[in-house]
């Protein structure tokens, strides 16, 4: 049972044959609630959580069942986390909807890879590393050093690593460069012992032809602190393991604010799936700086 606000571990299971390096599988979760709902969120379809639902539907986990049902919006509650004993890095992906990787925050696609890696990072490193992936909705830096951020805090303790992307929304509501750069080494410090990796800001623009073209679109109000944000992430300060220029690789050049077109964004704020895809394919996340 699930005590308010409580983190719950299933028993230690052994398996009875190793999953190989790579491969995918299944975990199987079964949710009852005799008096209310069960909790459910809008980010479980992104990264191909299935979900089977109704009054008298099996238990499937006694069984593994072949029952997985289809994607949907706000539906189930996924899994946090998958912990066992490992020599290999671990990272947690701390950051928004792009970190998270919302396409225009339209959640029934199912878009990750065959693995499920999805978002601004997790498809550059899920072929190599296990991570958790805590990107939230509208989330900021300013927030997320409140007690918004806590549980996933607590998360943590089960990483070696942390790769942030916070900033968008920081500048995206009105905070100068200066503000949001305090509030990521606030973050930062909160975990001295794992190297801490900072990725580059996208754009932020709206369009009259939407971002078919470059000619078509108007950079956001504040772009000149995200500008200055970039800036202040690509100086390396030493509170930094280092940088993802994640933005270098979205916008037409260094501080144009403009995306490139065509197919990058489909709403001028988050990551089309090609934008996704070509971050991978450019090597701008690389893994290799993860050891």
Aim: aromatic share 8%; proline share 4%.
């Amino acid at each position: 049972s699930a005590a308010d606000g409580a983190t719950i571990l299933t028993d230690l299971l052994t398996l009875t044959a190793q999953i190989p390096a790579g491969s995918q599988f299944a975990v199987y979760t079964w949710a009852d609630m005799q008096n209310g709902i069960i909790y459910n969120t809008t980010g479980a379809a992104i990264t191909g959580d299935r979900g089977v639902f109704g009054v008298t539907t099996p238990n499937l986990t006694a069984t593994g069942g072949a029952a997985i049902g289809s994607a949907s919006t706000g539906a189930l509650s996924p899994l946090v986390a998958i912990l066992g004993d490992t020599k290999r890095p671990t990272v947690a992906l701390v950051g928004d909807s792009i970190q998270l990787g919302a396409v225009n925050l339209v959640t029934t696609q199912v878009v990750g890879n065959g693995l499920g890696d999805q978002g601004l990072t997790a498809r550059s490193i899920g072929p190599q590393f296990g991570y958790l992936n805590l990107g939230s909705y509208g989330d900021r830096a300013q927030t997320y050093i409140t007690a918004a951020g806590a549980r996933r805090k607590a998360l943590m303790a089960y990483c070696s690593h942390v790769v942030c992307n916070f900033g968008t929304n920081d500048v995206g509501n009105g905070r100068t460069a200066v503000q949001a750069l305090a509030d990521i080494a606030t973050i930062a410090g909160w975990y001295p012992s794992k190297p801490f990796f900072q990725e580059t800001i996208a754009p932020l623009t709206t369009s009259t032809d939407s971002w078919a073209t470059t000619a078509n679109q108007t950079v956001g109000a504040n772009d000149a602190q995200r500008v200055l944000l970039n800036n202040a992430f690509r100086d390396a300060p030493m509170w930094l393991s280092g940088i993802f220029d994640t933005a270098s690789v979205l916008e037409t050049s260094w501080g144009s604010g403009v995306w490139k077109s065509p197919g990058m964004t489909l709403d001028g704020t988050h990551l089309s799936v090609r934008a996704q895809m070509t971050i991978q394919g450019s090597g701008v996340v690389n893994p290799a700086m993860i050891f």
